[in-house]
């Protein structure tokens, strides 16, 4: 069906876009970063210990602890929702996480003896494969955010609520289950696999802590999903246009439950690794951090009416948060002033992507 | 104007299609038929059921009585995909672009084309792209396929919209007011798209409130009044008096 064309296509009315007018350049998260490297410059004459090996391992490992979850509700956000319940979401999975792995390791309690094993002196106890509790409890937490993330998505999409409402109660309910499941007291990761755990969530690589590994990991798959699988390109169609996504037969349902569904397994697996660097999954854990994981992706540059997003600006988001915490605590300022000046940058963030996209 | 006309094999015929929303009957016995190649004005006021008979054979609504022919073949429809899968494509009205994606990328939107690496399937960005700028030059759109929708003009965009319905071996293309919200100079562009299409065999359908484009474009005008079919004429035998008094209701039926 191809037609031969008389000549090829002049643009004679229609420029070519700069390249500092697209992309990252002409984005928020372009600007964000900007800012966030002024800021290490910044920090680096205002104190001589902020460039030093233990503070960077320190920045990294922090913000690494609400950056995953970041990454999780950047989806849903670019999708044009919005997911309140991560908070509550790091704390069950991780609660459920640990009261498995300690659940399976007490000789007695059901389905343990599959696991483990008494040692001859009758106290020890070893582990049937090592590893396996592990994997089991591990599996346990992240199935548990799955199922609260289809329900979310189930109530969004089928039922018809709005995603604020829908996960605003599920914030409650995941934390009212919480406490129900623990008795209010929390519950510590145990047994014979406690140290892989904890290898795992708080050790570190040649010096690299083991979180902002699989931030790394996990931002360059997000990635490549988003901007290279036709799942990323309905993900952002879905917010730019929902009805234009929906008459072009993009199976919007579906989307949306997946995106959902990746937000709360993002925050399951954030709240296992911040148990393991806590050494216990206490009932209050990670209260009011969806309201930090927002902010963070606001920061970044993803756009709550949707179609704008990523892992970088996600990253960017939570880094900055961390590096004016830690510039505050080594500024020697009172830290109530953090949370003030998390705030205001932001609004200023959006400010200064509004103002911009006005002049363009 | 001569075309294939009244020649060969209607590619869509509908006979006797009523429609009724509970208690109100928003379509009445409506046949019509339209050939390969043709552009055929679909004109009517507000409530005459335009939208509801394009809904019809869209796949957005089942017909309550009636019958489409697509083809040749009886056709029946329950989502805008099925429709979509017969050949036949809607330019909405208000476009259906999602402006944070680019030109190419709203083309294909839903039907990507896709490379496969093992278990995992990647967008092929270079073919999209290629494939878009094709359907840009055919339809003469300076309009650059990796530029954003967001930063378009309304020509533009009506061109990508126009563009995602060449994708596919469409036979039948039905556009609702594509020069209802655009310039002077866009709606000249948009007319010469029609005529691309047209020369293409493509039979299309316009929905539009503006007498001159019907009258520019159209080989035939249909005209609703009141949920029934009121006319069928020629553009040849009739002039924009005689239709605006049918689509008041001035003049009954001719």
Partial sequence: ?360 | METAGAAGQPVLELTGIGKEFGAIRALHGVDMQVFPGEVVGLMGDNGAGKSTLVKIIAGNFRPTHGEVRFDGNAVHFYRPIDARAVGIEVVYQDLALADNLTAAANVFLGRELKRKFGPFAFLDHNAMAARALELFGELRSETRPHDLVKQMSGGQRQAVAIARTRLSNAKLVMMDEPTAAISVRQVEQVLGLIHRLKEQGVAVMLISHRMPDVFAVCDRVVVMRRGEKRADKSIRDTSPEEITALITGAKEAA
């Fill in chain 1, 1 to 360: 069906m191809a037609m031969p064309l008389e000549s090829p296509i002049s643009f004679t009315n229609i420029g070519r876009i700069r390249w500092w007018q697209r992309g990252i350049f002409a984005s928020q998260t372009g600007y964000v970063l900007l800012a966030l490297l002024g800021l290490l410059i910044v920090m680096h004459f205002a104190s001589p210990y902020f460039f030093t090996q233990g503070n960077m391992q320190n920045v990294a490992k922090n913000f690494s602890f609400i950056a995953i979850a970041t990454l999780g509700i950047t989806f849903v956000i670019i999708t044009g929702g919005i997911d309140l319940s991560v908070g509550s979401m790091m704390c069950f999975s991780a609660m459920i996480t640990s009261m498995v792995m300690s659940g399976l390791s007490t000789p007695g309690m059901p389905g343990a003896f599959l696991f483990v094993h008494l040692a001859a002196d009758g106290k020890t106890v070893v582990a049937n494969v090592p590893g396996l509790i592990l994997l089991v409890s591990i599996l346990a937490g992240l199935v548990t955010a799955l199922i609260v993330g289809l329900v979310n998505g189930f109530c969004i999409t089928v039922l018809g609520l709005s995603p604020f409402v829908t996960t605003l109660g599920m914030l409650s309910i995941v934390r009212g289950l919480g406490y129900v499941v623990s008795n209010g007291r929390g519950s510590f990761p145990g047994g014979p696999d406690a140290d892989y755990f904890y290898a795992l969530t708080s050790g570190d690589l040649f010096g690299v802590p083991a979180p902002f590994i699989y931030l790394v990991i996990l931002a360059a798959v997000m990635a490549i999903v988003l901007h290279h699988t036709s799942f990323g390109r309905h993900v952002f169609a879905l917010g730019g246009n929902e009805k234009a996504a929906e008459l072009t037969g993009i199976p919007v349902v579906r989307v949306k439950i997946e995106v959902y569904v990746i937000c709360a397994l993002a925050a399951g697996l954030q709240g296992i690794i911040i148990s393991g660097w806590l050494g216990s999954a206490p009932a209050n854990m990670a209260t009011s951090y969806e309201l930090n994981v927002i902010a963070a992706a606001v920061i970044g540059g993803a756009n709550l009416a949707g179609g704008v997003g990523g892992p970088l600006g996600a990253i960017v988001g939570c880094v900055l948060l961390e590096v004016i915490r830690n510039g505050l605590v080594l500024a020697q300022v009172s830290s109530y002033w953090q949370q003030t000046l998390v705030g205001v940058i932001i609004i200023l963030a959006v400010l200064v992507d509004r103002i911009r996209s006005r002049i363009a």
